[in-house]
């Protein structure tokens, strides 16, 4: 019995400090007024309109969401031969490719950050719109090769074996069995990388962010002058975004095994 | 024929991991010119800047934060985390999702927001006035506590996410068994569970250690220059100093000591998974 109460507290306690941060800027985003006042003095919904009216911040968003989702594109693009190679050929050299792909992920971001930074003004790209596509495909590679290599793993190879057995080739296995089966990961993998992109700063800042502001550049810039109403509503619609594209994620998909736990108990 | 696959995701990672890498590295050694160039060579000015009492300090500052930041969410996780994986499926799930969520959020915007929380004019002190328990709103940041509290909150969801896949594993039997035996359920679990994992609780130390040293933005936005992280001046000698071999440098270091963290967490894992 003392064990649930522990644990009720536990919940509770962990809950509020997670939440707190979110439920003030939340209030502060319906602000009727210009100040930042907590509790929100009147209620009011035209910050978030702001964000879609004011052509700075629409800017931005349009930005952010363009290099997701071309960033996030790229990633699968090269997670995927690469762990499709690993699942079907046992290449231990072929292994170090794997792990220069996570290894963006395990080193702290600046480094990555740095690494674009002096590469793109070597070759004198440095400030183009689309290198901050590149690196975020690079930097965020190992979302979709964890969810990608999770998927493969879970493929029954008597389905594969029974298909070459009646004369299926490579192309005819990965169209027909393959890409059926992986095609959940592919999209988790796709979407984690999008979420976490959206989001990212330093990599896109010390890319392109004299050049081209993504949201959180934007921010970031924008807190210089104070803060406004409107990036509260900013952070608040990235929250939403980010929990309703993990939430469909755990709808249509295994999330306690995308994350690693090996039996999903009842 | 057959390593066709293997071409684009070789190539792109090369090109574009590999050689920006090598290059970070090359510029480390390079003379710095004023006005913000330099010119290839093979010098240790850069290196030697760093070993400064100054940047020693700060190199001191950074790993200390970190630590403290991963000693704090892996007490508080680890009992967090072995609740969660016992606790129903649905409740699992709705909590993986809000974690995620809070793990995805930006540098900024958590800055953003526990600025404001910690603010004079929309923070907790205002309901703590309300609450009677003080007599006038005050600003709690930018101090050493609001950069503790901002990185805790930025590395707990990881902290939990890392330490999950193995409590889920965990063997219910090993409780039960010591339970039956008629330990108390604290005393299980710290008689139990924890020297079963401890090696796993030392690898998740590790990973949220080299997870708070990448933080950049909130010691620059809830604290003072002195709380600036190595990763803050990392930024700031690139971008705003515009001394590159100098930044290089810095960085090369900071992989040096992450490497070797990594490394350490790694055989650590390999351990625990052998026994």
Known sequence: MSAKLFRRVLFTLVAVFLAAPLVVIAGVS???????????????????????????????????????????????????????????????????????????????????????????????????????????????????????????????????????????????????????????????????????????????????????????????????????????AVSILFVAVAALIFGLIARFGDLPKLLGAWSSRD | MDYAPLAFPALMLTVFFVVPFGIMVMVSFFQRQPGGFYTPDFVFSSYERFLTAFFGGVLGFSLGLAALVAVICVAVGFPFAYE??????????????????????????????????????????????????????????????????????????????????????????????????????????????????????LATFIMVFVFALGSYLLPQLLGRPQHWTLSVLITDQAVYQSNLPFAAAMAVFLVLVTLSLVALALLVGRKESAA
């Not at chain 1, 879970?154 to 029974?162: G, K, N, P, Q």
């Not at chain 1, 169209?175 to 976490?196: E, K, N, Q």
Request: no cysteine; glycine share 6%; proline share 7%.
């Open chain 1, 30 to 232: 319906v602000n009727a007024q210009r100040t930042l006042v907590f509790p929100p003095a009147g209620f009011s919904a035209r910050w978030y309109g702001e964000v879609f009216a004011d052509a700075a911040w629409r800017g931005a968003l349009t930005a952010s969401v363009a290099v997701a989702a071309l960033s996030a594109a790229l990633a699968v693009a090269i997670a995927f031969p690469l762990s499709w190679f690993l699942w079907r050929r046992h290449a231990p050299w072929a292994r170090v490719f794997q792990m220069l792909g996570t290894a963006p992920f395990v080193l702290p971001p600046v480094i990555t950050a740095l690494g674009f930074l002096t590469f793109w003004t070597t070759v004198g790209a440095y400030g183009q719109p689309w290198t901050v596509v590149v690196a975020h495909g690079i930097f965020f590679v190992t979302l979709p090769l964890v969810t990608l290599s999770l998927g493969f793993a879970s493929i029954d190879r008597a389905l594969v074996e029974a298909a070459a057995t009646m004369g299926a080739d490579d192309r005819t296995i990965l169209r027909t069995i393959v890409l059926p089966l992986i095609r959940p990961y592919i999209v988790s993998g796709f979407a984690f990388a999008f979420v976490l992109s959206l989001n990212e700063y330093i990599v896109a800042y010390m890319t392109v962010g004299f050049t081209l502001e993504t949201l959180p550049i934007k921010i970031f810039n924008s807190l210089r002058y104070g803060y406004t109403p409107t990036m509260a």
């Open chain 2, 84 to 201: 969660l994986a016992r606790t129903r499926r649905r409740v699992q799930i709705a909590w993986l999702v809000a974690l995620l969520a809070v793990l995805s959020l930006s540098e900024v915007i958590i800055g953003f927001a526990w600025s404001t929380l910690l603010s004079r004019t929309a923070g907790i002190s205002n309901l703590l006035v309300w609450l009677g328990l003080m007599a006038r709103p005050t600003a709690l940041t930018p101090n050493f506590g609001a950069v503790l509290t901002g990185m805790v909150y930025q590395a707990f969801p990881y902290a939990v996410l890392v330490l999950y896949p193995a409590m889920a594993r965990l063997d219910p039997t090993l409780m039960e068994a010591s339970r039956t035996l008629g330990a108390p359920p604290l005393r299980a679990f710290l008689t139990v569970v924890v020297p079963a994992l401890r090696n796993t609780i």
